[in-house]
């Protein structure tokens, strides 16, 4: 199984482009390219069916240079991931909603995490739903929770709940 930034290559020359475009042709026959912006990468986790969903608290996930697949999975990984302090309580509740909206929309169910890319303009763009967030021991999802006081035993119970 290969995660979401699998494949990704960030490009600020045209040697990096014809090395890109090599990398992704070789993978499939349709390569998507997007315009670059300055952002911080904040996730929710929710848990939960239609009428009875827990959103997080979000996290920022603080890398060098892009949260790439080794900086998620590596134990040498140099990326943070906090608590996000520094939006205020109406936005956070705007993003809540949002969040809430988006798993509602997509009929998920148990648990996903719902990724967002906040600019240097505090503009906030949804960037991915994962409706399977990986159980590893630096995965994002279990922490999420933790970190909106739902514990390891409470969380298991309500997934086996919702299966």
């Not at 199984?1 to 600020?12: E, F, L, M, P």
């Not at 979000?58 to 906090?82: F, G, V």
């Not at 922490?143 to 997934?159: I, R, Y």
Request: proline share 2%.
């Amino acid at each position: 199984a290969a995660g979401s930034s699998v494949w990704v290559s960030k490009v600020t020359n045209s040697h990096e482009y014809t090395k890109a475009m090599k990398i992704a042709f070789a993978i499939d026959d349709v390569v998507l390219i997007e315009s670059a912006i300055v952002w911080r990468e904040i996730e929710f986790a929710v848990l939960g069916s239609w009428d009875d969903i827990i959103v997080s608290v979000p996290w920022d996930i603080k890398s060098n240079w892009r949260y790439s697949y080794e900086e998620k999975y590596d134990a040498l990984s140099t990326t943070e991931c906090m608590v996000v302090l520094d939006i205020d309580d109406e936005t956070l509740e705007s993003c809540k909603r949002i969040v809430k909206q988006t798993y509602q929309i997509l009929w998920c169910k148990g648990l996903s995490r719902v990724d967002w890319f906040l600019s240097i303009s505090w503009e906030f763009i949804i960037n991915e739903v994962n409706t399977l967030p990986w159980f590893t021991s630096i995965s994002m999802y279990p922490k999420l929770m933790q970190a909106s006081w739902v514990t390891a035993p409470e969380l298991m119970k309500k997934l086996i709940e919702f299966a």
